[in-house]
């Protein structure tokens, strides 16, 4: 008694672990005592029905296996069923042998329901599913996996020194963790010895084949001898018994043997990374187009109409195949809709990476939703091929190509309303009337005529948005008439030739030094870096261009740079004073045309000396009080010089240019303050108004 609780306190002790580990054990010496001791024939039906059950479990694992290596004990599970069955058979046939003569009952009511409902109690039709269940599982299943299993592990070994570079190269790289390399590691090894595992394996089964036909051979030679010899049974009767016992015995055996068989070939065919059973890839790849579907339908349907088929089964079939292509072709229509709406919501509200993060653009122009709608769909590609047409003669006239300019929609705005943005900067905006064209008054002449007063946006003069039937009459009072597309166009070109320097960027100026050097490949090479940096060289352009001045004929801007390399050593201001010099003629050009008279603005001489006294003191500022006046007397100067139709120009000494030029960026953004070396010496210079003559 003491020893019975010992034992059972042993027992408690064990953990669940510890008796899992010991199923493999206990297994073998189930199969060891069945092969040694006599069952009882219902212990028979219990073994066999649990041989059935453990092989479609095992097929079902098989089917649902995402990975190989999810079912890495697959060759033990193979060696140990093959033990089972034949552990089973060699039971059979000795109480068949022993105990046959008493009826075919004997060997328990498994082998017996195979042997009498499955096959009608007829030895023949048995013996014939018997051989070919023998040869579908030997000839086909089993020579078909054992060589996908040799090939497998062929493949797989010669595989492994570029697997074991690869996962070398990622951790050396820094894409894996060592971790990582280490379980990727294993898992190689561990699916070069599962193929090769199965390749031996295999061979378990091709045996379990034979040894079923030489133990149904011995069942019915043997059990014929001893019903016949020892039992004295009539041979009609012998037969009878022992052929039921024994194709029984060998379909109860050979059908789980079968499915072990098919569970391998599925577990050794299967093919691609997926992480989906075998069952729900095959769907995928086989039901998952929908032409395919209705071709084959169509395929099936010829041959229902053909005389002497099977008509309506085969236009029953063709039937069904055309709904379920109709099926699939209206799910994949509703999954893709649905699919896309509801993820780009999902994402929306769920997640966020760094391509939500919208940075700001260079130019863009904000258009009413008007000009989006079908009705003016004209009207709006016509803006946008003006809008090109502006960026090429901006390149065409200054050397370099600014970014494209995007229009957008913004449904707050008015009717008619655009806002013109530069670096998410709202610059100006303005009106347009889209049934309507604007008269500018562009004479003296104060003219009235009907439509809607207002002020055009680029040189705010006079003008009137009327009907378009008043063209006519518009054009006989000598008015300028100007299309809708065409304000906003020319409102646009005026901000851009204002703020061409901010378009200007480093990444502009790198594709204008790779365009240059497609021309100039030396100059370009002496010049950035040796002489100045790629950023130097940007201010400098930035410089020129914000006095509107061309940066085409960079020729002379190189050349000019060379000829001064050891004066201006990276000095921004002084490079750019001595280029504009350089650039006289074109300068002069630009501002006076061809008229041999320059007439300019000009400081009085009072005023001139007290502006090179502050650059020329430590502290360059101007009081208050005198910049004020020195602004005001300058705006008058260009009211002066905008009604005798004269250039907005201010000539002073070339030390205070840079200094004026400062002053005046945002007070007097039209005002081109030049300096005296900066006019061509082919042209009279005539100061036309002196800003400080008078008092100051």
Same mark, same amino acid.
């Given at each position: 008694?003491?020893?019975?609780?010992?034992?059972?306190?042993?027992?408690?002790?064990?953990?669940?672990?510890?008796?899992?580990?010991?199923?493999?054990?206990?297994?073998?010496?189930?199969?060891?005592?069945?092969?040694?001791?006599?069952?009882?024939?219902?212990?028979?039906?219990?073994?066999?029905?649990?041989?059935?059950?453990?092989?479609?479990?095992?097929?079902?694992?098989?089917?649902?296996?995402?990975?190989?290596?999810?079912?890495?004990?697959?060759?033990?599970?193979?060696?140990?069923?093959?033990?089972?069955?034949?552990?089973?058979?060699?039971?059979?046939?000795?109480?068949?042998?022993?105990?046959?003569?008493?009826?075919?009952?004997?060997?328990?009511?498994?082998?017996?329901?195979?042997?009498?409902?499955?096959?009608?109690?007829?030895?023949?039709?048995?013996?014939?599913?018997?051989?070919?269940?023998?040869?579908?599982?030997?000839?086909?299943?089993?020579?078909?996996?054992?060589?996908?299993?040799?090939?497998?592990?062929?493949?797989?070994?010669?595989?492994?020194?570029?697997?074991?570079?690869?996962?070398?190269?990622?951790?050396?790289?820094?894409?894996?963790?060592?971790?990582?390399?280490?379980?990727?590691?294993?898992?190689?090894?561990?699916?070069?010895?599962?193929?090769?595992?199965?390749?031996?394996?295999?061979?378990?089964?091709?045996?379990?084949?034979?040894?079923?036909?030489?133990?149904?051979?011995?069942?019915?030679?043997?059990?014929?001898?001893?019903?016949?010899?020892?039992?004295?049974?009539?041979?009609?009767?012998?037969?009878?018994?022992?052929?039921?016992?024994?194709?029984?015995?060998?379909?109860?055996?050979?059908?789980?043997?079968?499915?072990?068989?098919?569970?391998?070939?599925?577990?050794?065919?299967?093919?691609?990374?997926?992480?989906?059973?075998?069952?729900?890839?095959?769907?995928?790849?086989?039901?998952?187009?929908?032409?395919?579907?209705?071709?084959?339908?169509?395929?099936?349907?010829?041959?229902?109409?053909?005389?002497?088929?099977?008509?309506?089964?085969?236009?029953?079939?063709?039937?069904?195949?055309?709904?379920?292509?109709?099926?699939?072709?209206?799910?994949?229509?509703?999954?893709?809709?649905?699919?896309?709406?509801?993820?780009?919501?999902?994402?929306?509200?769920?997640?966020?990476?760094?391509?939500?993060?919208?940075?700001?653009?260079?130019?863009?122009?904000?258009?009413?939703?008007?000009?989006?709608?079908?009705?003016?769909?004209?009207?709006?590609?016509?803006?946008?091929?003006?809008?090109?047409?502006?960026?090429?003669?901006?390149?065409?006239?200054?050397?370099?190509?600014?970014?494209?300019?995007?229009?957008?929609?913004?449904?707050?705005?008015?009717?008619?309303?655009?806002?013109?943005?530069?670096?998410?900067?709202?610059?100006?905006?303005?009106?347009?009337?889209?049934?309507?064209?604007?008269?500018?008054?562009?004479?003296?002449?104060?003219?009235?005529?009907?439509?809607?007063?207002?002020?055009?946006?680029?040189?705010?003069?006079?003008?009137?948005?009327?009907?378009?039937?008043?063209?006519?009459?518009?054009?006989?009072?000598?008015?300028?008439?100007?299309?809708?597309?065409?304000?906003?166009?020319?409102?646009?070109?005026?901000?851009?030739?204002?703020?061409?320097?901010?378009?200007?960027?480093?990444?502009?100026?790198?594709?204008?030094?790779?365009?240059? %050097?497609?021309?100039?490949? #030396? !100059?370009?090479?002496?010049?950035?870096? =040796?002489? $100045?940096?790629? &950023?130097? @060289?940007?201010? /400098?352009?930035?410089?020129?261009?914000?006095?509107?001045?061309?940066?085409?004929?960079?020729?002379?801007?190189?050349?000019?740079?060379?000829?001064?390399?050891?004066?201006?050593?990276?000095?921004?201001?002084?490079?750019?004073?001595?280029?504009?010099?350089?650039?006289?003629?074109?300068?002069?050009?630009?501002?006076?045309?061809?008229?041999?008279?320059?007439?300019?603005?000009?400081?009085?001489?009072?005023?001139?000396?007290?502006?090179?006294?502050?650059? %020329?003191?430590?502290?360059? #500022? !101007?009081?208050?009080?005198?910049?004020? =006046?020195? $602004?005001?007397? &300058?705006? @008058?100067?260009? /009211?002066?010089?905008?009604?005798?139709?004269?250039?907005?120009?201010?000539?002073?000494?070339?030390?205070?240019?840079?200094?004026?030029?400062?002053?005046?960026?945002?007070?007097?953004?039209?005002?081109?303050?030049?300096?005296?070396?900066?006019?061509?010496?082919?042209?009279?210079?005539?100061?036309?108004?002196?800003?400080?003559?008078?008092?100051?």
């Amino acid at each position: 008694m003491r020893k019975m609780f010992i034992l059972l306190d042993f027992i408690k002790k064990i953990n669940h672990g510890e008796l899992y580990s010991l199923s493999a054990p206990i297994l073998i010496l189930v199969i060891l005592f069945m092969l040694i001791l006599p069952l009882p024939s219902f212990l028979l039906d219990f073994l066999f029905s649990f041989n059935i059950v453990i092989s479609i479990i095992i097929l079902v694992v098989a089917m649902f296996t995402t990975e190989v290596l999810d079912f890495s004990s697959f060759p033990t599970i193979l060696l140990f069923s093959t033990l089972l069955r034949l552990s089973l058979n060699i039971a059979s046939t000795r109480i068949i042998l022993l105990k046959g003569h008493t009826g075919s009952f004997s060997a328990g009511h498994v082998i017996e329901s195979f042997g009498c409902f499955l096959i009608g109690g007829n030895f023949f039709i048995g013996l014939v599913i018997f051989v070919i269940l023998v040869i579908i599982n030997f000839f086909v299943i089993t020579k078909g996996s054992g060589r996908i299993a040799e090939v497998g592990a062929r493949f797989i070994l010669d595989a492994m020194p570029g697997k074991q570079m690869a996962i070398d190269a990622d951790l050396n790289t820094g894409f894996i963790s060592k971790k990582e390399a280490k379980i990727r590691r294993m898992n190689v090894y561990k699916e070069a010895d599962f193929y090769g595992s199965m390749d031996g394996a295999s061979k378990f089964i091709r045996g379990d084949a034979i040894a079923g036909i030489i133990i149904m051979l011995v069942n019915i030679i043997g059990g014929l001898i001893v019903g016949i010899f020892q039992h004295n049974m009539l041979f009609v009767q012998a037969v009878k018994i022992y052929s039921i016992l024994t194709v029984g015995d060998g379909l109860v055996a050979q059908i789980p043997s079968l499915i072990i068989s098919i569970a391998s070939g599925v577990i050794l065919t299967r093919v691609g990374s997926e992480k989906i059973s075998i069952g729900k890839q095959i769907i995928n790849q086989v039901f998952n187009n929908p032409q395919v579907i209705f071709f084959s339908g169509i395929i099936f349907s010829i041959f229902g109409v053909i005389p002497g088929m099977p008509n309506f089964i085969f236009l029953f079939f063709s039937g069904s195949l055309f709904l379920l292509s109709w099926y699939l072709c209206n799910q994949q229509y509703i999954s893709k809709n649905f699919s896309a709406q509801s993820s780009s919501q999902k994402n929306k509200k769920l997640h966020l990476s760094w391509n939500d993060i919208q940075f700001e653009r260079l130019i863009v122009l904000q258009l009413n939703s008007r000009f989006f709608q079908p009705s003016y769909k004209n009207m709006y590609n016509d803006l946008l091929h003006k809008l090109h047409v502006l960026r090429k003669n901006i390149a065409k006239n200054f050397g370099f190509l600014i970014s494209e300019i995007d229009c957008i929609h913004d449904c707050k705005l008015e009717d008619g309303q655009y806002k013109i943005f530069i670096k998410g900067v709202e610059i100006e905006s303005g009106y347009v009337f889209f049934d309507k064209i604007l008269a500018v008054n562009t004479g003296k002449k104060v003219i009235n005529i009907p439509g809607i007063k207002v002020k055009e946006p680029v040189f705010d003069l006079p003008a009137f948005w009327v009907d378009i039937a008043s063209k006519d009459l518009i054009i006989k009072k000598k008015l300028l008439v100007v299309e809708p597309n065409s304000v906003i166009v020319t409102h646009l070109n005026k901000i851009i030739r204002y703020n061409l320097h901010d378009f200007f960027g480093f990444q502009e100026t790198q594709q204008f030094l790779d365009r240059v %050097s497609q021309n100039f490949p #030396k !100059l370009v090479d002496y010049v950035v870096p =040796k002489i $100045i940096s790629i &950023t130097v @060289l940007q201010k /400098i352009l930035q410089n020129l261009l914000y006095d509107r001045i061309s940066i085409k004929d960079i020729r002379t801007i190189f050349e000019t740079l060379i000829k001064h390399s050891d004066t201006i050593k990276n000095d921004v201001n002084k490079s750019t004073s001595i280029i504009r010099i350089s650039l006289r003629k074109f300068i002069t050009q630009k501002f006076f045309c061809k008229s041999n008279t320059v007439c300019a603005i000009g400081l009085s001489a009072k005023i001139e000396n007290i502006l090179l006294k502050i650059i %020329s003191s430590k502290n360059s #500022k !101007l009081e208050p009080l005198f910049t004020e =006046k020195l $602004i005001k007397k &300058t705006k @008058l100067s260009i /009211i002066f010089q905008k009604k005798n139709n004269l250039p907005t120009v201010l000539l002073v000494h070339p030390k205070i240019r840079v200094f004026l030029a400062k002053l005046f960026i945002t007070s007097i953004p039209e005002l081109t303050v030049l300096s005296f070396l900066e006019i061509s010496e082919d042209r009279k210079i005539k100061i036309v108004y002196t800003i400080g003559k008078d008092t100051f």
